[in-house]
């Protein structure tokens, strides 16, 4: 949807004007806005579930008045955001616990076993795409306004499996070399082997790649477009980004979050986000980014039985 169409004032092919200012400002709500839902220093779900209805709430006013319209679908936007963030919530606490008695342990944040990482994982990720395909679809954009499409993957497709297979090689490589600083990946007592690596790698492709799309769809596909109509495409891939880095405060990944996510983090949603437009769809991005998780979901599956 274009501000042309919304009958709104409009510059740099699309973009809806907005002074220094204001641009400002509404960068710093969305970025407080995009901090809420997965910030794991808020305790249970009732300030997100008030988060989701309020930000509904404002997406259907706006929606109804002209001056106001074309913030709905940023603001809408964010409602599923929140919502992804409470159904993925209720999947971890109830679904896994209650009903697959396979609650996380202390080195696996959602499940004690394999399949049960798997099942969980694939849940949330089905959630989170399923949602904003809806809002997509809400919305009469359609699924190429979340990325969702082919697009022009052209030598992207070809560097991205090369890089993804490149780092599965290595991550298989660690059974191999225990005094490695990459083992710092692993738990301490870790038993890892090649050979259990290899029973974990089915495990560790489907986890890896659905948290990847996911993530890739949620943060950028459901983001980028939108705030293209207020900031322009530079200013909305860092903001992302940010929103994105934000996202992971309190994941116990590494020691020293802030050098992971000043190093890794923030990079791969700039670099995410730039792919994403360049090749007109999540694939590659999403191909990446799994690559990536695979250390990641390593370790987790590393403590799983």
Known sequence: ??????????????????????????????????????????????????????????????????????????????????????????????????????????????????????????????????????????????LGSIYVRKGVLGWWFVAALAFFVVFYVFLATLPLRPDSPAQRLLPENSTLTLGRFLVLTPALLVVSLSNGFEEEILFRGLFLQKYDLFFGARLANILQALVFAAAHVGITYTPNFLLFAILLIFPLGLFGGYVMRRTNSVVIPGIFHGALDMGIYLAFLSYAT
């Open 1 to 142: 949807m274009s501000a042309a169409s919304l009958g709104l004032p409009a510059r740099h092919g699309g973009t809806v004007y907005l002074d220094v200012g204001r641009r400002l400002i509404l960068a710093a709500v969305c970025l407080g806005l995009g901090v809420i839902p997965f910030a794991r220093w808020i305790p249970g779900d009732q300030v997100r579930i008030v988060y989701v209805v309020v930000l509904l709430g404002l997406a259907l006013f706006a929606r109804a008045q002209a001056s106001l319209r074309k913030y709905w679908e940023l603001a809408f936007a964010f409602a599923i955001f929140g919502l992804v963030a409470v159904l993925q919530s209720f999947i971890n606490g109830y679904v896994g616990t209650s009903l697959l008695h396979d609650p996380p342990n202390g080195g696996d944040p959602l499940a004690s076993t394999v399949s049960g990482t798997v099942v969980i994982q694939l849940l949330d990720s089905v959630v989170a795409i399923a949602l904003v395909a809806v809002l997509a679809l809400v919305s009469r954009r359609g």
